[in-house]
């Protein structure tokens, strides 16, 4: 038996959750290509967009303190609606922890931040161009964050993406149509 609360989602959830999921896919996949192949070309752009994606998350945040969870649709076990929560919880964090310890990163190492070409932090350099870091502490911690995190929200991601997928075809209940349905 399907519930009747909140049969749908309100737009604002349903936008913010599929620019962020592929905003937040990419940049893993970019950030993971980049370093393991030296594609330093790709790091502006990685960065850029990282920045912009802490914008979304952010207003995201703000919403869900307004809105509140979406209610659980479908017979869900105690278990499994603590599991689903654990993982958003920790999803919604990682869009949050992801671009801040970037900039931790960046600004505290002294390479400074554009988003595409409009500076926001001057990069300091010395005249061999090496960064000078602002905040030597600032900047490890950014990087160690940055990259201890990503095992863990990679696997979190799978273990959401196959919660929404048992959903779908074998618990047969409205779960991923109500948060992608267009109307
Ligand atoms: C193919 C990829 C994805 C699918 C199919 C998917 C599916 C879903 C579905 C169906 C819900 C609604 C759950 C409910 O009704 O309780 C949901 C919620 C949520 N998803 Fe995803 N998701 C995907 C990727 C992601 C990614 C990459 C993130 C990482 C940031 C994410 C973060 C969240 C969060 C935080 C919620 C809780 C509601 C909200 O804040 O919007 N999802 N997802
Ligand atoms: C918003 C979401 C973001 C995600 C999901 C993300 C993800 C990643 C991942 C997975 C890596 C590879 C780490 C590794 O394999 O060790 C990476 C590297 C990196 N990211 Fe991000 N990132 C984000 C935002 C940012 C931002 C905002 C900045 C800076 C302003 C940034 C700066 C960097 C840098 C400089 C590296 C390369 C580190 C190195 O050379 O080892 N990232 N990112």
């Not at 618990?171 to 948060?179: L, P, W």
């Amino acid at each position: 038996m399907m519930s009747h609360l909140q049969q749908t989602l309100s737009s604002t959830t349903k936008i913010l959750h599929i620019v962020i999921a592929i905003g937040m896919m990419s940049l893993l996949a970019i950030g993971i290509y980049m370093t393991e192949f030296e594609a330093f070309a790709l790091y502006d752009l990685h960065k850029s967009f990282g920045a912009i994606l802490l914008i979304l998350a952010l207003t995201r945040v703000m919403w869900r303190i307004k809105e509140g969870w979406p209610s659980t649709i479908g017979n869900m076990s105690k278990v499994q609606h603590m599991a689903a929560k654990t993982i958003h919880w920790i999803l919604i964090i990682s869009t949050i922890l992801y671009p801040v310890s970037g900039l931790m990163m960046s600004i505290g190492g002294g390479h400074g931040l554009a988003i595409f070409d409009l500076e926001i932090v001057t990069a300091t350099m010395d005249a061999a161009g090496e960064a000078i870091p602002v905040n030597g502490f600032i900047g490890d911690l950014g990087y160690n964050i940055h990259g201890f995190i990503k095992y863990f929200v990679i696997g979190a991601i799978v273990v959401h993406v196959i919660g929404a997928l048992k959903h779908h075809v074998i618990d047969k209940d409205e779960t991923i149509k109500r948060m992608f349905s267009v109307k």
